[in-house]
C-alpha cells in the first residue's frame, strides 16, 4: 500500500474511534441527562480505542481487534499446532507480541 | 464554473414516492442496476462458453474468481469456502462500481457514505452474528485482554468493545474518502485545464492535461485497490468471528 494510502487509513482508524466513542457519551448524556459527564468519559475511552487502531493497523496486525489472536498465537507457538490462521501480516502479530 | 462537487448530486430520474417516503430511482439507482447488470453480464457471457483456453472475458471471470477464492484460502483457510458467494459479490459490486465510475458522465455510487456504510454495516452485523451464533457467551471472551489485572479490565473492555464498534466506520469511511477525494481531484484539476487553457490561447491547458492523464491512471488502481481492501477487511473479519474458540 502506498504511503499516502497508508496514512489516510491510520488517520481514518483513529477518527473512527473517537466518533464511536462520543456517539455512545452523547447517547448515554441523551437518555441519562448527565450531560456532559458521559461525553467526557467516552471521548477519552475512544480517543483510547482510536490509538489502540492505529497501533494495531501500524504494527501489522491488519483489521484485527481484541486479544484473542495474540492469545492464541502464544499458544499456537507453545504447543506447536498446525492450525492454519490468518494471513502474512495477521503472522507478524505473533513475532510483536 | 461548475462545482467539483455538483458530480456527486443526487438526482432522481423516476420520482416515486410512497407514504410519504421518497424512494425515487436515482442517478445513483441507475448507477447501481448498470453495475450489477455489468457484473452479472461478464460472469455470464464469460462462463457461458467456457473453454480450456480461456479468451479474454472468460479470462476476466476466472481471475476475479480466483482472486477472492485464494484471498479467502489465505486468510480464512478451508472453511472460508462458504462465504466465497457474499466476499466476491461484495467485491465485484464495489470494483465494477468504482471503475464504472470513472466513466465521463457517470456516477459512483462508492462515493456516498450512505452506500458504504450500508455494506459496511451489513458486514458488521453480518460477522457479529456468525460470531455468536459460532461461540456463543464464548464470542465476548474476544474482548477480555489476557495478562492483564482484573482492575484494569472496567477500563480496558470498553476501550477493546468502543474499537470493535468502530470497525464499520473506519471500513466505510475508507472507501468512501479515497473515492469522493479522487474524483474531487480529478474535476478540479479539469477545471484548471479550461482556466488556464483560456488565458493562455491553450499553452497553458497542457501541463494540467498531462497530470489529469496520471491522476486518471492513478484514479483507476485506487479502483482495484479499495475493492480489495474492503474485501480483505471483509475476510479478516470473518477469521476473527470463526476462529475466537
Known amino acids: ?97 | 464554473m461548475a462545482s467539483p462537487l455538483e458530480q456527486f448530486e443526487i438526482k432522481a430520474i423516476a420520482p416515486i414516492e410512497v407514504g410519504g417516503l421518497d424512494i425515487s430511482f436515482t442517478n445513483s439507482s441507475a448507477a447501481m442496476v448498470a453495475t450489477l447488470v455489468l457484473g452479472t453480464a461478464l460472469l455470464v457471457l464469460g462462463m457461458s462458453r467456457a473453454s480450456v483456453v480461456p479468451g479474454r472475458i472468460q479470462s476476466i471471470a476466472e481471475m476475479s474468481y480466483e482472486f477472492i477464492a485464494g484471498l479467502l484460502s489465505d486468510t480464512v483457510g478451508a472453511e472460508g469456502k462458504r462465504y466465497f458467494p457474499f466476499v466476491f459479490t461484495l467485491f465485484m459490486f464495489i470494483l465494477i462500481g468504482n471503475l464504472l465510475g470513472l466513466l465521463p458522465y457517470s456516477f459512483t455510487f462508492t462515493s456516498h457514505i450512505i452506500v458504504t456504510f450500508a455494506m459496511a454495516i451489513t458486514v458488521f452485523i453480518g460477522v457479529t452474528i456468525l460470531g455468536l451464533v459460532k461461540h456463543k457467551m464464548h464470542f465476548f471472551s474476544f474482548f477480555v485482554p489476557p495478562g492483564v489485572p482484573l482492575a484494569m479490565w472496567p477500563l480496558l473492555i470498553p476501550i477493546e468493545i468502543i474499537s470493535y464498534l468502530s470497525r464499520p466506520i473506519s471500513l466505510s469511511v475508507r472507501l468512501f474518502a479515497n473515492m469522493l477525494a479522487g474524483h474531487t481531484l480529478l474535476k478540479v484539476i479539469g477545471g484548471f485545464v479550461f482556466g488556464l487553457g483560456a488565458i493562455t490561447f491553450g499553452v497553458g491547458g497542457l501541463l494540467p492535461l498531462a497530470l489529469i492523464s496520471v491522476l486518471t491512471g492513478l484514479e483507476v488502481v485506487i479502483a482495484f485497490l479499495q475493492a480489495y481492501v474492503f474485501a480483505i477487511l471483509t475476510c479478516l473479519y470473518i477469521n476473527d468471528a470463526l476462529h475466537l474458540h
Open chain 1, 1 to 97: 500500500m502506498s504511503g499516502v494510502g497508508l496514512a489516510l487509513r491510520l488517520g481514518v482508524d483513529f477518527v473512527a474511534g473517537v466518533v464511536v466513542g462520543v456517539g455512545i457519551g452523547l447517547l448515554l448524556d441523551w437518555w441519562l441527562g448527565s450531560s456532559p459527564a458521559m461525553l467526557i468519559v467516552f471521548f477519552l475511552l475512544g480517543a483510547a480505542a482510536g490509538t489502540f487502531n492505529v497501533f494495531r493497523t501500524a504494527s501489522g496486525q491488519g483489521g484485527a481487534v481484541g486479544f484473542k489472536q495474540a492469545r492464541d498465537a502464544e499458544t499456537d507457538a507453545t504447543d506447536g499446532s498446525d492450525k492454519k490462521r490468518g494471513s502474512n501480516a495477521r503472522d507478524d502479530s505473533k513475532s510483536s507480541e
